[in-house]
């Protein structure tokens, strides 16, 4: 018997659509990861991009729970002495709703050359508008 292994070639990649509208921010990065990794597949194979293109509106809309808000900090740092910055959480909502998402959607998927392709295929939008029409999104309900 042999072992099955996919090939680049075989792999079929679907759209979701998301609507992030009173959804807490933690639970839906992880559904979104899920889905851009390829894990709910039954042949998910670990070093290939075989995930699906996810798209998400309504990142404005985000809710976190308890004190996040205030008490979550976002930090980078440009590489020169004293170069680090942090910001909050409610300030990167307010400036940069879309980042939030994608932050952390981010700190789901590998760290390494795979997860940086895989996070191409996350599309974040702040409002209920997306240029993707065409590729027919199939639209994910997550309020169960």
């Known amino acids: ?20 509208k009173d959804q807490v921010l933690g639970r839906l990065s992880t559904k979104i990861a899920q889905l851009i990794r390829g894990k709910e597949k039954p042949e998910f194979t670990p070093h290939l991009d075989m995930g699906d293109f996810v798209i998400v509106v309504n990142a404005d809309k985000v809710k976190v729970s308890g004190n996040k808000g205030e008490d979550k900090v976002y930090w980078r740092h ?16 307010n400036n940069f709703p879309d980042r939030v998402i994608t932050n ?20 974040v939008y702040v409002d209920e508008n997306h240029p993707h029409k065409a590729q027919e999104p199939i639209k994910i309900d997550l309020t169960t």
């Open 1 to 20: 018997m042999k072992t099955f292994t996919l090939k680049a070639k075989d792999i079929k990649k679907n759209w979701y659509l998301i609507d992030a």
């Open 104 to 123: 952390a959607v981010k700190g789901m998927l590998p760290h390494n050359r795979l997860g940086r392709k895989m996070l191409k295929n996350l599309k």
């Open 78 to 93: 440009s590489g020169f002495p004293g170069g680090g910055k942090e910001t909050s959480l409610n300030d990167l909502r």
